[in-house]
């Protein structure tokens, strides 16, 4: 049974004040202590709660509950293991905005008013800031599991936007990020034309396919131009595909990390995709389909999308030196000492990025009404609701998609005055034989035909 004990405190200046602690007995059968009561009846009060607490199974120790919030969230980044992407983006948020505020906070002490209070005046985005109070929420979710909390104070709670009054403390200037971008496809064909076969094709594809930078990086020859063959209307409907490889399908770039967080280098390696969704086979219109045979023909690298001496880009070294200059333009550089002249570059479309260029794929699928039961699919995005379950692409679904991304390459292509992209596609119809293909030199048409 629960019981006081009277403590006369000795420090100096205190006067002899005197206070109470309850001994309650715990789990273990040990004696577990609490201190601070003013009377010996609040002492014996808590210590009787405690212990009734233990008898129903709902007890919670005190010394857990006042655990600080850094000391577990280490402990749960160690026990939740996930992709080496996300363990690092988990870790910036932890270290570049919750724990400079939360780490010597004890868990009991967390209240939703804090911690919605502390979000609004977050220095970063909207969309972190909600990432960031989510990530404390899956925390506090794990200490309850943990029995180190009866409930999780943020769980089920909707943060305060930021309103009019309190966006000075955020960032000031609202930026337009590659979130919210997406490209015309003239801007996707004249930066195509000016990158060049390689890079110029890394783009267009990307554009017309939907793959995210690590899915088109990862990209191998092996899983190109394969075959899709479905039976229909009385026959086989076939057209080409890119394959993101349900194993090696998506190329990460992160920052791995220790056990406590602190960095331990750049990786950058071939994974699963991210979800069972992004491994798919994406359907290839046909311009694509031909300039990507070329490719492959004359590209001595196994992926297909890579640097020149056969390396995986890394996705800013890509931006940079690639992306940047042929989107923003550039100046003009004479010839010099170990550097050959350089033309300038007049602006296309300043701000581009991959990223944008995969918007623009579902953008353009939405264009030209491409059912959900196919946009869904070709994204690689996870179709919400019963008709995920009843609807399914079918291929006459199919073959209106690829039509309709044809007919927007070729009006691209009139529209900014090109007959031919790097001297390989020219766009008078003509019939064109794919035993054609080896003789890399000859200009071949794209053929408006539908697939057999």
């Known amino acids: 049974m629960a019981y006081a004990e009277k403590r006369v405190s000795t420090a ?81 948020m932890l270290d570049q905005h919750i724990l400079p505020k939360w780490e010597h906070t004890s868990l009991q002490a967390i209240t939703w008013f804090d911690v919605d209070t502390w979000q609004q005046g977050l220095r970063c985005d909207d969309v972190t800031a909600g990432h960031c109070v989510s990530l404390m929420s899956s925390i506090l979710t794990g200490a309850v599991d943990a029995q180190h909390l ?12 930021a309103t009019a009054t309190t966006t000075g403390a955020r960032l000031k200037a609202k930026r337009k990020t590659d979130e919210e971008q997406w490209a015309p496809p003239e801007a996707v064909v004249r930066v195509a034309e000016r990158l060049g076969p390689v890079n110029g094709l890394h783009v267009l594809t990307t554009a017309f396919t939907g793959l995210g930078w690590g ?80 490719h492959l023909a004359d590209w001595p690298w196994p992926h297909v999308f890579c640097t020149p001496t056969g390396k995986f880009w890394r996705r800013s070294n890509f931006g940079r030196s690639v992306l940047r200059p042929a989107a923003d333009g550039r100046d003009a550089l004479p010839k010099s000492k170990g550097h050959a002249p350089r033309e300038a570059w007049a602006p296309i479309m ?13 953008t353009l699928q939405e264009q030209i009404g491409v059912k959900p039961a196919l946009a869904f ?20 679904m199919r073959q209106d998609r690829l039509d309709g991304l044809e007919e927007i390459f070729q009006r691209a292509m009139r529209n900014v005055g090109l ?34």
């Not at 059968?29 to 199974?57: C, N, V």
């Not at 209307?233 to 890119?242: A, K, L, N, S, V």
């Open 12 to 92: 100096k200046g205190s006067k002899g004040k005197v206070s109470w602690r309850a001994r309650y007995k715990k789990p273990d059968g040990t004696w577990g202590s609490e201190p601070g009561f003013p009377t010996k009846r609040t002492a014996e009060q808590w210590g009787d709660e405690q212990e009734a607490a233990i008898r129903s199974g709902r007890w919670i120790d005190p010394d857990l509950q006042r655990k600080h919030f850094g000391v577990w969230a280490r402990e749960w980044m160690k026990a939740k293991p996930k992709r080496g992407a996300t363990v690092d983006k988990r870790w910036n």
């Open 215 to 294: 899915e088109s990086t990862a990209l191998h020859r092996d899983n190109t131009l394969l075959l899709r063959q479905q039976p229909y209307d009385g026959g086989t409907f076939t057209c080409p595909i890119i394959r993101v490889d349900s194993e090696v399908g998506e190329l990460a770039e992160y920052v791995a990390r220790d056990e406590d967080g602190r960095r331990i280098g750049l990786v950058l390696q071939l994974e699963p995709p991210k979800n069972e969704g992004r491994a798919r086979d994406v359907d290839v219109p046909p311009f694509l389909a031909l300039l990507l045979r070329y």
């Open 419 to 452: 007959r031919t992209l790097w001297g390989r596609v020219d766009l008078v119809k003509r019939r064109a034989s794919e035993d054609d293909l080896p003789n890399i030199s000859q200009m071949i048409t794209v053929s408006g035909e539908r697939a057999a």
């Open 150 to 161: 009866i409930v999780n104070p943020l769980a089920g709670r909707r943060r305060t936007r």
């Open 377 to 396: 699919e070709q994204a690689g995005h996870k179709r919400p609701g019963i008709k995920a379950v009843y609807q399914h692409p079918t291929p006459a």
């Open 350 to 362: 300043p701000g581009m990025t991959m990223r944008a260029t995969r918007h623009t794929h579902d």
